[in-house]
């Protein structure tokens, strides 16, 4: 999977996460930093966004993905 953001294709990584939908995140990538916006429904969700960025290969992560307001850890 690290092709996936030096392919600019960073909703790759999303794709295969069971607590992130790669609909809910928007990923652009810019000489490997990768800012990822969106809103998910837990903060479980919103750690793994920015894990799953990592590990495709970000050289460094830009996390303003937001979690729904009333949103619980799981």
């Given at each position: ?20 939908h790669s609909d809910e995140i928007k990923v652009s990538v810019d000489g490997g930093m990768a800012t990822l916006t969106g ?36």
């Amino acid at each position: 999977m690290k092709s996936a953001l030096r392919n600019n294709s960073g909703k790759a990584a999303f794709f295969w996460s069971p607590f992130v939908h790669s609909d809910e995140i928007k990923v652009s990538v810019d000489g490997g930093m990768a800012t990822l916006t969106g809103t998910v429904g837990t903060w479980i969700g919103w750690g793994e966004a920015d894990r799953d960025a990592r590990r495709s290969g970000a050289t460094g992560v830009v996390n303003r993905v937001k979690v729904k307001t009333g949103a619980w850890w799981w």
